[in-house]
Structures are given as structure tokens and as C-alpha cells.
């Protein structure tokens, strides 16, 4: 079903979506909120630019962006995916507790915020260019992964990275042991191990964004873990 978002507010859009079928083509996008909210058994494509909030509590839908995306980008999405084919504002998967978020090019600040795990849920998000600062603040379960591809000299993150992470794992591709990261948290080179757990993820980012994996993958890469001795995880992880 192709719907023309021109003359429709939030509400008019995210009502259409709902009464038009699983398979839905959005067309002339500019700035509405909330778009799929809480949807499940949907699959959106979207031309144009769509406003914040985009997929928040998502339930399954598939959502793919064919242009950038705005702020809180997956807000609290429970499953599903969420595509980007450009960039993304700030707070993208504030507190995702499952699903998967892919974008092309790069995140604002505070990407991956209060992301967490619970049992078989495991939140993920691969970020094709670089992130802004506060990557991964607060942490608490769940994969995040920059790959730092056509950057130039851009650093592959801002400042404070995984300030007060006490969950999850953070990937970096390249050697990036000598970035500020904050004390209660470890840095060291992925083992095979480790990127087997990402090499998924890697090779579905590139599936959908024309990259070559082989090609991604052929680089060392860093492992962000919470250290054991991390004093946020009595406050926040339930043993």
C-alpha cells in the first residue's frame, strides 16, 4: 500500500499504517514522530526524512529508511529491525531491549543509551560510519558495533564513551585501546571468539548496504566489556 504523508500529521500517518495492510510504502516523509509505534506484522519503507522517535517500543515491525533518520531512533523497541540508508540523530536505541538497528553512515551523541538484555532478547545495533559522544552510556547488555568505514579522520567515537557501562559488549573496528575510555570498563583486542559472536551482524549490515564482509571483517578489532569489579552492576543487573 503506498501512502502519501504530505498532508497527514502523526496521528493521520501512523493510523493509515495500521489500517493498510502489512506491506506499506510511505512516500513524501518529513518530520512526523512516532512513526510505527509499537507495531508489529509490518513492513515500512519509507522515502523521506522521518521525524523522532522512529520505531520507538517497536514489536516486530520491519522499517527501513531511505534517506537520515532524526533523534531516539528505535526508543525502546522490543523487537524487530530498523534500516537507515544515512545518518541518525541523537539517543538512537534509548533503553532497546531487543531487536536490531542498522545505519549506513554515522550516529549523533548518546547512541545505544540504557541499552539492555533480558534472557533470549539481545538487542543489537550496527553503526556503519562513526558515533558521537556518550556511545553506550549507561550500558547494560546488548551489541553495539562501529565499523568506522569512510570516516577519513573523523574518530571512530566521541568523548566519554561507555560512561557508566555495566553491561553488553561495544565493538570497534581498528585498534582503538588508546581511546579515553572510563575506568570500570576493559578494552582489548577481539578473539576469534568475540567476532564470531558479531560476524553476523557485520555481514547482514553489509548484505543490506552493498559493503563487501570479507572486506569489513579483515580488520583487527576492540572489544568494550564492563570490568568484573564494575560499580554500577549491583545497581543495575539483577543477579
Known sequence: MLLDAQSMDQSMLNQ????NGSDVHIINCLGQRFIAAGMSD????????????????????????RANAQDAVGDTMNDGKIII?????????????????FIKDSAGYRAGIHMKAYQDKVPAMVIGGTAGSFLGEYQAGGVIV??????????IVGNFPCTG?????????GDHRDISFPSQVTARAAS???????QPLVV?????????????????????T????????????AN
Open 16 to 19: 493509515a499504517i495500521r489500517q
Open 42 to 65: 509490518k513492513t515500512i519503507t519509507i522515502d523521506g526524512i522521518p521525524g523522532n522517535a522512529l520505531g520507538a517500543y517497536l514489536n516486530g515491525a520491519v522499517i527501513t529508511v
Open 85 to 101: 540508508h544515512g545518518n541518525i540523530g541523537d539517543a538512537a536505541g534509548y533503553a532497546m531491549r531487543g531487536g536490531r538497528i
Open 146 to 155: 562501529v565499523l568506522g568505514l569512510d570516516s577519513g579522520s573523523r574518530r
Open 165 to 173: 557501562m555495566h553491561g553488553g559488549k561495544m565493538f570497534l573496528r
Open 192 to 198: 576469534q571468539e568475540d567476532m564470531a559472536q558479531i
Open 204 to 224: 547482514e549490515y553489509c548484505q543490506l548496504f552493498g559493503r563487501d564482509p570479507a572486506q569489513v571483517l579483515d580488520a583487527p578489532f576492540t572489544m568494550v
Open 226 to 237: 564492563p570490568d568484573s569489579k564494575n560499580p554500577y552492576k549491583q545497581m543495575y543487573v
